[in-house]
């Protein structure tokens, strides 16, 4: 069974994606970092996206659909599938569905819910890892990465760029949220990753395969 996971940015949802991804054996689509490698590309596409997410905008949905539907076409057989960042809008929910149905995959949706000042501090304060992409909090005082890696502020975590995300996230987020809300799994957000880590599994353990470690 694949997951869609949902949050505010700054809800911890790449960080507990990836160690639930690890728990239940499943495969990763992080839509923000697929495209943030296609705005390194030096082409009219690249430079158009990285625009659009240095500005906190979303980008436009045939971009976004067309990288998670070649992605799907790739799938090894038998592989869930943990969606991170889509869909952000009632026209991607659709589109995905439709591409879920198509590949006659099941899922269940979770929330990991924050409130939005708590967004907003977590990402004005947060650093990225350059080289794994692991995101540290503003407790994490050592100046590099535990994979040695120099530790960078995302070119969208800016003040201004941090409000044009939320908006969006409030205007466009929720509303495609509201779609899921008969099949959706709510995780409280706030306290520490840990914590939110050990709500996240009690919740998931009982849909999803056994861990990989039992
Ligand atoms: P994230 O890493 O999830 O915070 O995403 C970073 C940026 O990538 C967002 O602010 C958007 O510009 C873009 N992005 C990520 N996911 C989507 C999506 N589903 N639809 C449109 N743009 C997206």
Known sequence: MDLIFFGMQGAGKGTLGKSAAERYGMRIFETGGALRALAQEDSELGHKVKSI???GHLVPNEVVMEIVEDFMSKLPKNTAVLFDGIPRK?????SLNELLKKHNRTYKAVLIDIKKETAFKRLATRRVCKSCKNVYPTTYTNSSCECNGELVTRADDNPEAIKTRLEAFEKETIPTINIYKDNLIKID?????KEVEILAFKALDGIMPPPSNS
């Open 189 to 193: 957000g706030e306290p520490t990753i």
């Open 53 to 55: 997410i240095e500005a």
């Open 90 to 94: 009632v026209e991607q929910a659709q």
